[in-house]
């Protein structure tokens, strides 16, 4: 049993990594609301994260004298919208949830950010917990409170900030989750140890193998790890107010730009592996990153943990740098590059030129 209290100015998410914690998500919910029976609880799911797991909560909810109801959602992106939002209000309205109620998400990242966001909203904010089931959410999308929906044109640009009270993990929800989506999620794993850590990396060179086959106890280190790193970090800037957390969007710049050019036909993590090797291309031709090694390290590595480190398919430059150029119009006026000194030193940078972005880029073109 992993157990980890996530202290916010405003609240607590506790945090914990065990096996079979499906089957005591109700205990843990309860444990923090003894005296109070019949409280309600939507589980917010998709269609096949519900088929798979929906009973197994939905009973731990009930023995816990929860009084709670399953919303589903169809699995994907295009869940995660106004339509599908009002949807759940609806489902809110039917169930009669009031301010004492919980919206509890049960499964990857979409379904989290939705359930987030309901929960943000629903009478101007009611409890919020999430069981995380892909590799995505176990190590990134489960905690920090960033909860979004889209918008044409606008990925994750309307949401809230709510941390969920509780994060209840079990590894074991990965042995039914495609072997893809195993691989993409790694890639979050590997931005977590390139901005904080040799040690952390050097664990992913030396774990490659155990990682690759699924093996749970060192799936559940891999969670734990990741979690407390995202932790220190989004504790220090939980509402993105000082900046500190850009630096989780390391390898996202380029990263988004290629999902966006191939509409969304390669998985999120599978184009932060590109936007990550595209980062430290870049950090090096900028002569921030003095050491050749990081690069071929990181390609190793990714091309060992079965990501991608170049396009199957070729998306020319000029669409990359338009969308970058647009994004930098919409957004502000200024992109910025999270680049490396180091593994484990992290810049951000808001001047760079254009042309050396491209030719990063081009590297990882067939
Ligand atoms: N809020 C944040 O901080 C944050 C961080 C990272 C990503 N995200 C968001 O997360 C989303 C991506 O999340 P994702 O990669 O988890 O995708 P996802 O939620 O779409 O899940 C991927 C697929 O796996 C299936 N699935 C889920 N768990 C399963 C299991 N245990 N067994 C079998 N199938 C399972 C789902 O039905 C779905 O088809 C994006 O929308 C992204 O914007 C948010
Ligand atoms: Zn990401």
Same mark, same amino acid.
């Given at each position: 049993?992993? *157990? ?5 100015? $405003?609240?607590? $998410? ?14 843990? &919910?309860? !444990? ?12 917010? /799911? ?31 992106? !295009? ?38 966001? #309901? #929960? !943000? ?6 409890? =919020? ?17 960033? /909860? !979004? ?11 809230? =900030? ?13 042995? /039914? ?6 691989? #993409? ?10 901005? $904080? ?16 086959? %699924? *093996? ?45 050019? /191939? ?22 031709? &900028?002569?921030?990153?003095?050491? *050749?090694?990081? %690069? ?26 338009? $969308? ?43």
């Amino acid at each position: 049993v992993f *157990d980890l209290s996530i202290q916010f100015e $405003t609240c607590v $998410t506790q945090t914990l990594v065990r096996l079979n914690a499906l089957r005591d998500v109700g205990a843990l &919910l309860r !444990a923090a609301r003894p005296s109070e029976p019949g409280l309600r609880v939507l589980v917010l /799911t998709d269609e096949r994260v519900g088929d798979l797991y929906g009973e197994t909560v939905l009973e731990s909810l009930e023995d816990a004298a929860f009084e709670a109801r399953e919303h589903r959602i169809r699995p994907g992106e !295009a869940s995660k919208s106004l339509e599908v939002l009002g949807d759940v209000y609806q489902s809110l309205v039917r169930f009669e949830l009031d301010r004492d109620g919980q919206i509890l998400a049960l499964g990857g990242g979409v379904v989290s950010d939705l359930a987030g966001f #309901a #929960a !943000a909203t629903w009478m101007r904010g009611v409890g =919020f917990a999430v069981c995380p089931t892909t590799l995505e959410a176990d190590v990134d999308a489960s905690i920090g409170g960033k /909860t !979004a929906i889209n918008v044409p044109g606008a990925k994750n640009l309307v949401g809230a =900030f709510h941390q969920p009270a509780l994060v209840a993990v079990d590894p074991s929800c990965l042995q /039914t989750l495609e072997r893809r989506d195993i691989r #993409a999620g790694m890639a979050e794993s590997v931005k977590h140890a390139l901005i $904080t850590s040799e040690e952390f990396l050097e664990w992913h060179e030396a774990g490659v193998e155990r990682l690759s086959a %699924v *093996d749970l106890p060192l799936m559940r280190e891999l969670i734990l790890r990741n979690l407390r790193v995202k932790a220190a970090i989004v504790q220090r800037d939980p509402c993105e107010h000082t900046g500190r957390r850009i630096i989780l969007n390391f390898g996202h710049t380029i990263g988004h730009a290629i999902e966006e050019c /191939t509409g969304f036909a390669l998985r999120h993590g599978e184009c932060v592996s590109l936007g990550m090797l595209v980062a430290c291309r870049l950090s090096q031709a &900028l002569g921030l990153l003095e050491d *050749d090694g990081v %690069v071929g390290r990181l390609a190793k590595l990714l091309t060992r943990l079965g990501l991608p480190t170049q396009l199957a398919e070729p998306i020319e430059a000029d669409r990359i740098m338009a $969308t970058l150029r647009r994004d930098k119009k919409v957004w502000g006026g200024q992109e910025r590059f999270v680049l490396l000194e180091d593994v484990g030193r992290p810049v951000v940078r808001g001047d760079v030129p254009e042309g050396q972005v491209r030719e990063a880029y081009e590297s990882l073109l067939p």
